[in-house]
């Protein structure tokens, strides 16, 4: 036994940031490092996502995890004990055959993620180096060009406008830390803008300001005003982002726009995105259309994907297959890389893999039920994954992310400095 077996695997229910149950694990090991690391959890999920075990019932609105805790404390801990925790793909995959199902749902994905991702701190700890040393392979370590939410929307504002995050890029940025300093500039502008007109009430779920709008266009409008208030200029320095999360308002190529008032199909809702893209500053989609319309999908990508970055989450659900099909599919040109929707780090890293093979960009992203846990800002940076996307720039359990962030950056060997402009889609069209 060295230092570095699993000794021990323990449980316990903690709180995310909408007052939810989830999952902690704490791994420890033969030579006496822990790590620990916790579940987050999505609101507007994709169908093929693995799934979380939740208990049921009365309490906290049925989303409990004492079954979840009970397997991370039983069978996974029985399973797990004698693994060498550096060995990273050797423990998912006892995790997977454990679980033994295609979902997850068994022994649930908040059990077997946040045990995955235990697994690597408790490695980290052992050897003495950050996690995202001990994730990075080669010296691509670098920290991602962060993706921010000013305005919450669709799924995170109780449906006050349709689409779901409205956010920006600092692509002009040179350096992490610049990004985040323009990022509070525009959040802070936006904040005023709503208060001048009358439209404050407050944040959304991510940490983004209220979106007290009357239609989806009027946030983007703001949210180009707000650069602007900011001192900064559209597209060279700040650009806007979108995750339409279309999956939550359509189905079978219908999609009902509740808050503009209009239902369109699959071409006509492209139509409308496309006249977005070519009146606002945006660089980034995602999800323009639903997870069930593959076709659409391609037909979107084809029409713009030389243009902006479309990236499918619910489509693509962090999955190494799907991403090949869509790329065979020529729909979308990057993924969203969410641990929790693959089940464990190593599946999550395949997708990654597959992705870069296809010539797609990643964008690893938290989820919209967070907590204090880092993991996935270690794993942005050790893996050398290109963007980062974990909701606002207020809420603690949004800025435990970027503050960590810019801890990573005073180790890291390049510093702080962003991958460059050219590397991204929106930099190779000029
Ligand atoms: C998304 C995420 C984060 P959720 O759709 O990309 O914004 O939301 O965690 O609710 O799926
Ligand atoms: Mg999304």
């Not at 045990?115 to 392979?137: C, N, Y």
């Not at 010296?139 to 305005?151: K, S, V």
């Not at 693959?342 to 907590?371: K, P, W």
Request: some cysteine; aromatic content about 6%; proline content about 3%.
């Amino acid at each position: 036994m060295s230092d570095t077996t699993i000794r021990s695997v323990t449980g316990r229910r903690v709180w995310d940031s909408r007052g939810r149950p989830t999952v902690e694990v704490e791994v420890a090991l033969a030579g006496g490092a822990r790590g620990r690391a916790i579940a987050p959890a999505g609101a507007s999920r994709g169908s093929a996502e693995a799934i979380d075990l939740r208990d049921g019932g009365d309490a906290f609105g049925g989303r409990d995890v004492a079954a979840a805790v009970t397997n991370a404390n039983g069978e996974i801990g029985a399973a797990l004990s004698g693994t060498d925790a550096i060995d990273q793909t050797e423990a998912d995959r006892i995790l997977v055959d454990l679980d033994g199902t295609a979902d997850k749902s068994r022994l649930g994905a908040n059990a077997l993620v946040a045990t995955s991702m235990a697994v690597a701190h408790a490695a980290a700890a052992a050897m003495r180096v950050p996690l995202w040393h001990h994730l990075a392979d080669t010296d691509g370590a670098a920290l991602p060009l962060p993706e921010i939410q000013i305005f919450g929307g669709g799924a995170h504002a109780a449906r006050r406008v349709d689409v779901q995050d409205f956010m920006v890029m600092a692509v002009g940025a040179v350096e992490f830390a610049e990004a985040l300093d323009w990022t509070a500039e525009v959040y802070r502008a936006a904040g005023e803008l709503m208060a001048e007109a009358g439209l404050s009430r407050g944040t959304a779920d991510e940490g983004g300001h209220w979106p007290e709008f009357e239609s989806n266009e009027d946030a983007l409008g703001m949210l180009v005003q707000a650069i602007e208030r900011a001192g900064l200029q559209p597209v060279e320095q700040v650009a806007i982002s979108l995750d339409v999360a279309a999956s939550e308002f359509g189905e079978n190529g219908r999609y009902r726009l509740a808050h503009d008032g209009r239902e369109l199909d699959s071409d006509g809702m492209s139509e409308l995105l496309g006249n977005w893209i070519g009146r606002f500053p945006i660089v980034s989609v995602e999800d323009p259309l639903g997870e069930d319309d593959i076709a659409g999908l391609a037909r979107f990508t084809q029409a713009y994907g030389e243009r902006v970055q479309i990236v499918g989450d619910d489509a693509l659900v962090t999955s190494a297959a799907r991403v090949t099909d869509a790329a065979q599919a020529g729909a979308c040109n990057a993924i969203l890389l969410k641990p929790n929707q693959a089940g464990t780090l190593s599946e999550c890293r395949a997708a990654f893999d597959a992705a870069r093979d296809v010539g797609y960009d990643s964008v690893a992203s938290a989820r919209s039920g967070e907590t204090e846990d880092t993991t996935i800002v270690h794993l942005a940076a050790g893996w050398g994954v290109p963007q980062l996307k974990v909701g606002s720039i207020a809420h603690g359990e949004r800025t435990a992310k970027w503050n960590e962030g810019l801890r990573i950056a005073e180790a890291l060997p390049n510093g702080g400095r962003l991958p460059h402009r050219s590397s991204f889609p929106w930099g190779k069209c000029g």
